[in-house]
């Protein structure tokens, strides 16, 4: 099995992790006990068959979102318990510091971030087809996708081969209500 790591927590870093995130002293130490839990291993840190393991992520871009979570906000294909609350610090509630981890910018950045693979600050028309085709599986045929990628760059107005801009993907969003729709609650 795992190594008989196990990771502690003290109150100055309990302290840190709330100014960081906004979370209580009671959230953190419910995420903390959480993290532990998922960490089935002992190993203090988190890889993707940990995060895999979480029910609540069964939807068809889960190892899309693991991904994400694991390769940028982690290190080397894990993911340590501060990491672990700074990711889920973007999916409180909006508060009134509009700049904190949980700012709309950031939610935008994390879906944005689910697409944009390659890191070029742009969505291609293959990044765009690899996420509808998560999301489609084998319910349409590839042609039907290709036209449907291809029709969701031209009605931005931007040419097939430019791909979506972060700028441009935020303004398409602009008129959803975000913070609703990424934001989860957690128990104090």
């Known amino acids: 099995m795992g190594s008989s790591h196990s990771i502690t927590i003290d109150s100055s870093e309990i302290d840190d992790i709330c100014k960081e995130t906004g979370f209580s002293h009671s959230q953190i130490k419910r995420l903390f006990n959480r993290f532990n839990s998922l960490d089935k291993d002992k190993l203090g840190f988190l890889r993707r068959e940990d995060l895999s393991s979480i029910p609540e992520l069964y939807n068809p871009v889960r190892d899309r979102i693991i991904d994400v979570l694991v390769s940028d ?24 510091n509009s700049n904190g981890p949980n700012s709309l910018e950031n939610k935008l950045r994390f879906i944005f971030d689910m697409y944009d693979r390659d890191k ?29 990628a291809d029709r969701t760059i031209i009605e931005l107005g ?11 993907f935020c303004d398409c969003l602009k008129k959803i209500d975000i913070d609703e729709k990424m934001s989860m609650k957690f128990l104090s």
Do not use: H, T, W
């Open 120 to 148: 070029d600050n742009s969505i291609s028309q293959i990044e765009l087809l690899s996420i509808l085709q998560m999301i489609v599986g084998d319910n349409l045929p590839d042609d039907q996708l290709n036209a449907i």
């Open 73 to 96: 906000y982690g290190e080397n294909g894990q993911l340590n318990f501060r990491q672990f609350v700074n990711v889920l610090a973007i999916f409180r509630r909006k508060s009134n």
């Open 158 to 168: 931007l040419p097939v081969n430019e791909g979506i801009s972060f700028e441009k």
